[in-house]
């Protein structure tokens, strides 16, 4: 029995105070009932959270990539388009640069588009055909030049040839067609001439021990075929088409620049290719001058359009990614006539 009138010294507990019965389960959350829910709960909204934040990231990829897209057809767009209206005066430009050929930025299909267009335009006062090209096929450049002549005459404008860095073969085949030539001093004019080349392995298969299997219906039908043998009739019957062709080049060279051309000069028609300066002196070229000179002092309409027609951006992917390649391969594989 214990004194009810007993008193312990201060401090003095003679036993430890009982635990209250739940405060463990409060430090602890699996002791609570439904902790395994409200864990999952967590989990699941975590989850969520960041499952929408990804998915707002790719949205906002997707759209960066799609504006991406948007500018890139418009800026191709806005390119081939003249942005001076119709009754501004101004000179305007057609680029002529790289190959001549069928598909190339040169082709004729782009070229007489974009002359189509400047002649159309009754802002501008004269054409000018900007040129750096080595040459490239005689149709595609048959045909421009047939095309400046007929829109020449039908708008009854001027359009000149500036010619920088190169205008050889079938490039100059252009420029003859045009009312004048001007060149920088150092640029590399002429080349009038026709070729076609390619490669023959015949010796080459005979010392390695390889057969050659080709069948033809035609026994003219594979003389270009690089791993068989040409004969001598087959060679002059090649001859002879490229001296016609090589005719008609000079044949328009003369049509084009008339009593200007020193049609005496030794090896002009023979695929030499002179300086601007010389091309002056022969009477291939009238005089030296940029396109701001031009524009300036010929034409009088210093303001410079550019009407170049260009690839759009889809078809520049396409012929880097496959179309370009396989045009390659085959053109590795064959011969065909070439102003250059």
């Not at 690839?311 to 594989?333: I, P, Q, W, Y």
Request: proline fraction near 4%; aromatic fraction near 8%.
């Amino acid at each position: 029995m214990t004194d009810p009138h007993r008193t312990e010294p201060e401090g003095f507990e003679p036993f430890e105070r009982a635990t209250p019965p739940h405060s463990s389960s409060r430090s602890d959350p699996t002791q609570q009932p439904g902790w395994e829910r409200a864990t999952l709960e967590k989990l699941a909204f975590a989850s969520l959270r960041e499952q929408q934040a990804a998915r707002r990231w790719k949205i906002f990829f997707r759209l960066s990539w799609l504006a991406f897209f948007i500018f890139l057809i418009w800026l191709a767009v806005s390119r081939g388009t003249p942005t001076t209206a119709k009754t501004t005066a101004h000179t305007a430009v057609v680029e002529i640069k790289g190959e001549i050929a069928n598909g190339a930025d040169a082709s004729a299909e782009f070229v007489v588009a974009a002359m189509k267009t400047a002649f159309e335009d009754e802002g501008a006062k004269g054409v000018v055909l900007l040129i750096n090209s080595p040459g490239g096929s005689p149709v595609q450049a048959g045909i421009i030049n047939d095309e400046i002549r007929r829109l020449r005459a039908k708008h009854k404008k001027p359009v000149y040839a500036v010619v920088e860095e190169t205008c050889a073969s079938a490039a100059y085949y252009i420029a003859a067609a045009t009312d004048k030539v001007f060149v920088d001093k150092a640029s590399i004019v002429g080349s009038i001439g026709v070729l076609m080349d390619g490669f023959g392995f015949t010796g080459l298969m005979e010392k390695v021990g390889v057969e050659r299997r080709l069948l033809t219906a035609g026994e003219n039908k594979g003389f270009l075929d690089p791993f068989s043998p040409m004969s001598d009739a087959q060679r002059a019957h090649a001859q002879q088409m490229l001296e016609q062709i090589h005719a008609q080049f000079i044949d328009v060279v003369k049509k084009g620049r008339g009593d200007r051309l020193k049609t005496g000069t030794p090896g002009l028609f023979s695929g030499l290719f002179w300086s601007g300066q010389q091309a002056v002196d022969l009477g291939l070229a009238d005089q030296l001058g940029n396109v701001d000179f031009v524009a300036r002092e010929v034409v009088k309409a210093e303001e410079v359009i550019d009407y170049t027609r260009r690839d759009n951006v889809a078809e520049k992917l396409a012929k880097k990614f496959g179309a370009a390649l396989g045009d390659a391969s085959v053109r590795a594989m064959r011969s065909a006539p070439a102003l250059r």
